[in-house]
């Protein structure tokens, strides 16, 4: 299956709790972290949650 690479952009501080286990969940703990996972609806989605907190990179 496809993989997508996830980085995070911005601080968790100061957003709600799920939002905070969202980006746990997907594996991120710092900015500038890159992660690469499966390109799944479960994780398409867990992505447009947090939006505003990570970028997808091609």
């Known amino acids: ?4 690479k996830i980085k995070q ?4 501080i100061g957003y709600p709790v799920d939002q905070k286990r969202t980006l746990q969940a997907l594996g991120l703990r710092k900015i500038s972290q890159v992660v690469e996972v499966e ?3 479960v ?3 867990m992505v447009r949650k947090v939006h505003h907190l990570v970028t997808v990179i091609d």
């Open 9 to 12: 952009i911005k601080s968790k």
């Open 39 to 41: 390109d799944t609806p």
């Open 1 to 4: 299956m496809a993989t997508i």
């Open 43 to 45: 994780i398409r989605g």
